[in-house]
Structures are given as structure tokens and as C-alpha cells.
């Protein structure tokens, strides 16, 4: 749907321009469309199984039934450099993010909330325009996992505009 292009547009400027820690932005933004919208459930069918998790299947349905997904990550994040402790560790020195189960971290937690920030900004956005939104932890794994974006850490944004809002009959 041409609308629907659109407001990704306008939720990727959302996303680009949000606050950033330090001015320093290390944020990630892929719109996905078409064919690539059944890519990606069937990528996410294919996660939830290989992990034996649920869940997977159930957010898939929401996204093949999408007329678009907005990726937000972020890659290589360096700290801030506060050396808070709030990624759990003492020292910004020691934070070194290694590849996990589902994304790359530990990562600074003042970068993670300039993720926060991003995708707030992006759903904000899409509401401003009425688009039904749901923010997606396992799309973002699952679109990692298939290659759909390079990020250390990734969450979805499918987008629908019908009727009813597709994303809460769950």
C-alpha cells in the first residue's frame, strides 16, 4: 500500500532524528515490503521452532498479514563512557559485547535507550497517521537472524491499516 511506504518514511525520520546520548547515533532502520513481509514471518515461524519458543508463530501471523515492518537497531554502540554500571558491569573499559542467543550485547544502557527513544518515536509517528503498529521484540530476532538488517540488537514495527487493529486479537 502506497499510504503505508509513506509513514514508514516518515517513522525512519522519526527514528533518525530522535535524542541521541552524546550526539553520537549508532542507530540501524530498515523498511521491509512486499515479498519481504512473508520472508520475514517465515523467518520467525522458522526462529520460534529451532528455539522450541512460542510466540514466534503467533507475532508471524501479525506479520504476514502487514503491509510493511520498520526495523530499528542499533550496531556497535560504543558507551557513553559514564561508567555507570547500569550494563552491569564497573567500568565502560570492560564492555565488550559478544554475540549472545538472540542479539550482541552486553550493551550501554544509555544506548539502548536511544534505541528506546528511536522506536518511540517511529510507533508515535505511525499513530499520528491512525496506522496500527505493535512494537516486536521476535521480529527483531528473527530479522537478525534471517539477515534482513545488520544490528547488534534489532526490534520490528509491522504496520497495518484496516478496519481493526490486527496486532491485539492475540
Known amino acids: 500500500m502506497e499510504g503505508i511506504r509513506e ?3 516518515f517513522m525512519a525520520i522519526a527514528a533518525r532524528t530522535a535524542p541521541k546520548a552524546v550526539g553520537r ?7 521491509i515490503e512486499g515479498d519481504d513481509v512473508m520472508k520475514l514471518a517465515d523467518a520467525m515461524v522458522k526462529c520460534g521452532d529451532e528455539a522450541g519458543r512460542k510466540g514466534f508463530d503467533r507475532d508471524a501471523k501479525g506479520v504476514r498479514n502487514s503491509d510493511a515492518v520498520i526495523l530499528i537497531g542499533m550496531k ?3 558507551p557513553v563512557g559514564l561508567n555507570c554500571g547500569a ?3 564497573n567500568s565502560c573499559t570492560e564492555l565488550k559485547p559478544e554475540e549472545k542467543k538472540e542479539f550482541k550485547g552486553p ?3 544509555f544506548r539502548i535507550l536511544d534505541l528506546g527513544i528511536a522506536v518511540g518515536s517511529a510507533a508515535k509517528t505511525a499513530s499520528l497517521f491512525n496506522v496500527d503498529n505493535r512494537i516486536m521484540y521476535r521480529v527483531g530476532t528473527a530479522a537478525r537472524k534471517a539477515g534482513f538488517i545488520d544490528a547488534d540488537l534489532v526490534v520490528g ?3 497495518s491499516a484496516t ?3 490486527i496486532f491485539f486479537d492475540r
Request: proline residues 4%.
Open 163 to 165: 478496519g481493526k487493529n
Open 25 to 31: 547515533d549508532f542507530i540501524r532502520i530498515k523498511v
Open 157 to 159: 514495527i509491522p504496520l
Open 87 to 89: 550494563c552491569g558491569l
Open 107 to 109: 550493551q550501554c544502557a
Open 7 to 9: 509513514i514508514a518514511n
Open 76 to 78: 556497535d554502540a560504543e
